[in-house]
C-alpha cells in the first residue's frame, strides 16, 4: 500500500494557486483599478482561506494515513 | 467602465480570464486525485488491514496451541535412559508462538487507533473540500462573467476609438501592440487557452444564470 499520491494531490493544488496568484500579480501591473481591487477581494482573498484550509487538511489527512500505513503493514 | 478605470493591457486581462479557467480545472482535478487516493488508503486501512491481522491472529492462537501440544507432549515423553527431556525446544517454540500472537495483538490495536484517528481526519477533510468545490461552483463562474464584462468593455471603447488618458481614465496600448502581443503568443499556448475557453463556455452559461438568479 502506497500513499504517495496523496501528498501530489495536495501539491498540484497548492502549486496551481500560486500560478493563478502569480498570474493574477502580473495582471495588475496591467490593470490596477478599483474593477480590479474589487475582483480580488470579492474573488481571489475570498478563496485564499479556503483553500489554504482544505491544503491544511489534505496534509493532516495524508500523514495520518502514511502514519496508519507505517504501523499497520505486515 | 467608470473613469477610475485603469487598464494597460486588454490582452492581460483575457489571460488571466484563461488562467483562472486552467486554475478550476486544474484545482478540480488534484481535488478529485486526493479524494480517489484518499478513499482507496481508507478502503485499505478499513477494510484489508482489519481482515488481514484478524487472519493472522487465527494463524497466531493455532500455532500457540500447537506449540502447547507439543510441549506437553514433550514433557510426558522420556529420552532413551528413561531420562525426563529438557523440553527447551518446545519452551523456546511456545515462547516464539505467544510473542507472535501478541505482537499481532499490537498490530490489532494499532489497526483500530489508525482507523479510528484516519475516519475524523477524513470528515475534517471532506467538510473543508465541499466548502471549497461549493465556493468553486459559486465564484469561479462569477469571476469569469465579470471578467466577461469588462472585456467586453475593453473592446468596445477600443472599437470606438474611445480610449486614452484625454478621453476616458482607460488606458490602453495601441491597437497594433495589442495585435501584435496576442499574435506573438505561442501556437500551442493558444491552443490551450481555446481549449480552456471553450471549457469555459458551459461555466460562463451557468454564471449568467447565477447572476439572474440573484437580481431576481
Request: charged share 30%; hydrophobic share 40%.
Amino acid at each position: 500500500m502506497r500513499t504517495g499520491d496523496l501528498t501530489a494531490g495536495a501539491a498540484k493544488l497548492q502549486e496551481s494557486w500560486k500560478k493563478l496568484r502569480a498570474h493574477w500579480d502580473a495582471t495588475t501591473v496591467e490593470w490596477h483599478d478599483a474593477v480590479s481591487q474589487d475582483f480580488e477581494a470579492r474573488y481571489l482573498d475570498a478563496i485564499e482561506p479556503q483553500l489554504a484550509a482544505t491544503l491544511d487538511r489534505m496534509r493532516a489527512l495524508a500523514q495520518v494515513l502514511t502514519s496508519a500505513q507505517h504501523e499497520c503493514e505486515q | 467602465m467608470n473613469e477610475g478605470a485603469h487598464v494597460g493591457s486588454i490582452a492581460a486581462v483575457r489571460e488571466f480570464r484563461a488562467a483562472l479557467c486552467t486554475f478550476a480545472h486544474d484545482a478540480r482535478d488534484a481535488l478529485v486525485a486526493f479524494d480517489t487516493e484518499s478513499r482507496r488508503s481508507l478502503e485499505w486501512l478499513f477494510e484489508a488491514v482489519p481482515k488481514h491481522w484478524r487472519k493472522e491472529l487465527r494463524r497466531a492462537e493455532e500455532a500457540v496451541t500447537q506449540a502447547r501440544i507439543d510441549l506437553e507432549r514433550a514433557r510426558n515423553s522420556r529420552l532413551p535412559g528413561g531420562e525426563p527431556r529438557s523440553c527447551l525446544a518446545e519452551r523456546k517454540a511456545l515462547e516464539r508462538a505467544r510473542g507472535r500472537r501478541q505482537y499481532v495483538e499490537e498490530k490489532i490495536q494499532k489497526a483500530r487507533h489508525w482507523a479510528a484517528v484516519a475516519s475524523r481526519e477524513s470528515k475534517e477533510y471532506r467538510g473543508r473540500a465541499h466548502q471549497l468545490e461549493a465556493l468553486f461552483d459559486e465564484h469561479v463562474p462569477r469571476a469569469l462573467a465579470q471578467l466577461d464584462r469588462v472585456l467586453a468593455t475593453l473592446e468596445s471603447y477600443v472599437a470606438a476609438g474611445n480610449y486614452g488618458p484625454n478621453r476616458f481614465a482607460l488606458v490602453t496600448r495601441p491597437p497594433d501592440a495589442e495585435s501584435q502581443a496576442m499574435a506573438s503568443a505561442p501556437t500551442d499556448a493558444a491552443d490551450e487557452r481555446d481549449q480552456r475557453e471553450r471549457e469555459c463556455s458551459e461555466t460562463n452559461d451557468a454564471a449568467d444564470a447565477v447572476e439572474r438568479g440573484s437580481k431576481a
